[in-house]
């Protein structure tokens, strides 16, 4: 699914600070979020090449990526959170698994303080959501969770992260990215193994040339 997402649309070849920046433009409420029709022009203006496409490819890109949108509106809300829609997207992108939970971690510490200047970093609830987000694309993109009722969906992402989250803010109120480093390489990568999907060489994606995204 994720490989199909990936080559058909050619989102290997963005870069996730790019996809950021032309999702803010269509956001509203000063970035805070994206109606249906904001990110449906946010989308278009990424990926122009869809519209060559055949109307198969193009049914299935529009479910898969209107499915990763609706995974993130909140329960009675139209809008989804700017925030989570740049760290999920960022799945599809291009770069490593470190430059992506840097760029998602950068994206909610300046929705936690804007004023934050060299030493980002994230409160308990932002840490949540951040983990979510990333946690919530794997969901929306794998046959198994994106069939399920979204409550339930998120019910099982809350008892996820949650514990994750208070393992990572032991005995402090606020992290850094270096603390989340850490943090992952002592325990994270045997507790949330599911983070090193954020590569897509774990994925061996092949592009319409045939050739592997790490050979091109």
């Given at each position: 699914?994720?490989?199909?997402?990936?080559?058909?649309?050619?989102?290997?070849?963005?870069?996730?600070?790019?996809?950021?920046?032309?999702?803010?433009?269509?956001?509203?409420?000063?970035?805070?979020?994206?109606?249906?029709?904001?990110?449906?022009?946010?989308?278009?203006?990424?990926?122009?090449?869809?519209?060559?496409?055949?109307?198969?490819?193009?049914?299935?890109?529009?479910?898969?990526?209107?499915?990763?949108?609706?995974?993130?509106?909140?329960?009675?809300?139209?809008?989804?959170?700017?925030?989570?829609?740049?760290?999920?997207?960022?799945?599809?992108c291009l770069g490593s698994k470190s430059a992506k939970l840097q760029h998602g971690?950068?994206?909610?510490?300046?929705?936690?303080?804007?004023?934050?200047?060299?030493?980002?970093?994230?409160?308990?609830?932002?840490?949540?959501?951040?983990?979510?987000?990333?946690?919530?694309?794997?969901?929306?993109?794998?046959?198994?969770?994106?069939?399920?009722?979204?409550?339930?969906?998120?019910?099982?992402?809350?008892?996820?992260?949650?514990?994750?989250?208070?393992?990572?803010?032991?005995?402090?109120?606020?992290?850094?990215?270096?603390?989340?480093?850490?943090?992952?390489?002592?325990?994270?990568?045997?507790?949330?193994?599911?983070?090193?999907?954020?590569?897509?060489?774990?994925?061996?994606?092949?592009?319409?040339?045939?050739?592997?995204?790490?050979?091109?």
């Amino acid at each position: 699914f994720v490989t199909k997402i990936v080559t058909s649309s050619y989102f290997y070849e963005l870069q996730p600070e790019r996809v950021a920046k032309v999702l803010m433009k269509h956001s509203e409420y000063g970035g805070a979020s994206l109606t249906k029709s904001g990110y449906n022009q946010a989308v278009r203006e990424l990926l122009p090449r869809v519209a060559e496409c055949d109307a198969e490819t193009v049914k299935f890109l529009t479910y898969a990526l209107s499915n990763v949108y609706f995974s993130f509106v909140p329960e009675g809300e139209e809008r989804a959170p700017f925030s989570e829609l740049a760290t999920a997207l960022s799945l599809f992108c291009l770069g490593s698994k470190s430059a992506k939970l840097q760029h998602g971690f950068s994206i909610f510490a300046w929705a936690f303080d804007k004023s934050q200047d060299d030493l980002e970093t994230l409160d308990g609830s932002m840490l949540r959501r951040f983990l979510a987000s990333i946690l919530g694309v794997l969901f929306s993109c794998c046959h198994q969770t994106a069939k399920l009722p979204l409550p339930y969906m998120r019910s099982m992402l809350a008892v996820a992260v949650e514990e994750l989250a208070t393992r990572i803010m032991y005995q402090s109120s606020e992290v850094t990215f270096d603390d989340f480093g850490e943090w992952y390489n002592k325990e994270g990568c045997e507790l949330a193994p599911w983070l090193e999907l954020l590569d897509l060489k774990k994925w061996q994606p092949v592009t319409p040339t045939g050739a592997s995204i790490e050979d091109e």
